[in-house]
Structures are given as structure tokens and as C-alpha cells.
């Protein structure tokens, strides 16, 4: 069975310009999240969908929007692209959205703002 | 407010050595889960070992076993008989059931510790 897949693997981008990642969860599951990590830090978390519908979101600015489509994929949507978004951006796939069920991740998209 | 401290920055050792991984965590919450993830070169983090917070029971799961006490917040996690393919950042993550409505499981992380096993 297929893992969680993203696409695009790598992106570089200029400051200013939008973006937009994609997201395949497993199959079967109904609930993707979203999650920053800069180089050296753990993962942050940016938002969590489930059945289409926004369940969840971290702390960060309004230029970060998602959404899911009826086949459970998602996109995560980034506005005026600044040099500190600069960073691995994975997504996260599970069953259900139970506080303790364990998230099976992707390999992520490298983005880099220039 | 919710924190996970790993101190470890770095941990080298030499293969079939024990590791032991060292997590610190800060809730108000009373019920909470702890996770450890590993994630390789390759990107991606893969699910390691969950805890709740009702149960304190330390268990071994083939190489790895975990100490949870709730006394020091802590959980720690340890891999026994250590391989070269155990190379890897460890993140230990903290879940709390009040953090999401109606449910969910927003993950916060530590900040990983990098783990060199060399032959």
C-alpha cells in the first residue's frame, strides 16, 4: 500500500511569491495535517482537516490557508512568500483525528525561499 | 502552556551499545499522550512507541523500551543492542487531549536529538 506522498519533493521560490503543496493521505484515512520544520527544529504544527473541514490550527499568520478535497487529499496554500518560510513542510495522514493516534508521515516538501 | 525538552543535542555511540534518549515534558492537561518518532535521511517521521498518561507501566518492545514517569515528566526512550541503520534524529512528541476541539491529535515536538551509531 501507498504511503502519504507529497508533491512536489523540492521548491524554490523568490520572497513574495505564492505556493501551493499537495498531499496524498494513506488510504482510508479521512484526517491530514500539516506540519513546518526548519532546519534543527522539530516539527511545528500548522493545521489538521478532517472530513474537509478545518479541525485545527497552530500558531501561525492568515498568509498560511489549507484545505482538504473529497477524496481526503489536501493542499497547504502559503501568500507573499517571506525568506523565514524556508523549510521542510510535511504532511501527516491518520484514521481518525483521536488525540492519541499516531500520524503516519510523508517524506515531505523542501521549500526554499530565495 | 505545552513544551517537550530534549537536552540531547547529540548522541554518538559505537554499535551495539545501549542509547538512551532523554525527553522532558510540560502539560496542564491530565489527559495527555507521549510518541516517539524517528526520522532518517529520507524525510519522513515514522511512529515509534505511544503512552497515555493514565498508564505508567514501562514496557519493552523488542530493542526499544521506554521509562515514562509522571512524577519528573519524563520519557525516556531506549534502544538496546544499537545499529548503524538506528542513525537517526528522535523527536519525542506530546499530545493533549484539550488542544483541538471535538478531539485531534496536534502534535507538539521537541526539538530531536540526532543519534550517530557507527560500527
Known amino acids: 500500500d501507498a504511503g502519504v506522498t507529497q508533491s512536489p519533493t523540492h521548491l524554490i521560490k523568490t520572497r513574495g511569491q505564492h505556493v501551493t503543496l499537495r498531499c496524498s493521505p494513506i488510504?482510508?484515512?479521512?484526517?491530514v495535517s500539516w506540519y513546518q520544520q526548519v532546519l534543527g527544529q522539530g516539527p511545528q504544527f500548522i493545521f489538521q482537516?478532517?472530513?474537509?473541514?478545518?479541525?485545527g490550527r497552530g500558531n501561525f499568520p492568515d498568509r498560511f490557508s489549507a484545505r482538504q478535497f473529497p477524496n481526503y487529499s489536501s493542499e497547504l496554500n502559503v501568500n507573499a512568500l517571506l525568506l523565514g518560510d524556508s523549510a521542510l513542510y510535511l504532511c501527516?495522514?491518520?484514521?481518525?483525528?483521536?488525540?492519541?493516534?499516531?500520524?503516519?508521515f510523508g517524506s515531505g516538501t523542501q521549500l526554499s525561499v530565495l | 502552556a505545552q513544551k517537550v525538552t530534549q537536552a540531547q543535542t547529540e548522541i554518538s555511540v559505537v554499535e551495539k551499545e545501549d542509547v538512551t534518549l532523554d525527553c522532558v515534558y510540560e502539560?496542564?492537561?491530565?489527559?495527555?499522550?507521549l510518541f516517539w518518532y524517528k526520522q532518517p535521511p529520507s524525510g519522513e517521521l515514522v511512529f515509534l512507541i505511544r503512552?497515555?498518561?493514565?498508564?505508567?507501566q514501562n514496557e519493552i518492545s523488542g530493542r526499544y523500551s521506554w521509562n515514562f514517569q509522571k512524577s519528573t515528566s519524563s520519557f525516556n526512550f531506549t534502544i538496546t543492542a544499537s545499529q548503524v541503520v538506528d542513525s537517526a534524529v528522535y523527536f519525542c512528541?506530546?499530545?493533549?487531549?484539550?488542544?483541538?476541539?471535538?478531539?485531534?491529535?496536534?502534535?507538539?515536538f521537541g526539538t530531536g536529538t540526532q543519534l550517530k551509531v557507527e560500527l
Open positions: 512528541a506530546l499530545s493533549e487531549a484539550s488542544k483541538v476541539t471535538g478531539g485531534g491529535n496536534k502534535l507538539t
Open positions: 482537516y478532517y472530513e474537509k473541514e478545518e479541525r
Open positions: 501527516a495522514s491518520s484514521l481518525v483525528r483521536a488525540t492519541n493516534e499516531k500520524l503516519f
Open positions: 503512552r497515555n498518561s493514565f498508564d505508567e
Open positions: 502539560t496542564r492537561d491530565t489527559t495527555y499522550y
Open positions: 488510504s482510508g484515512h479521512k484526517s
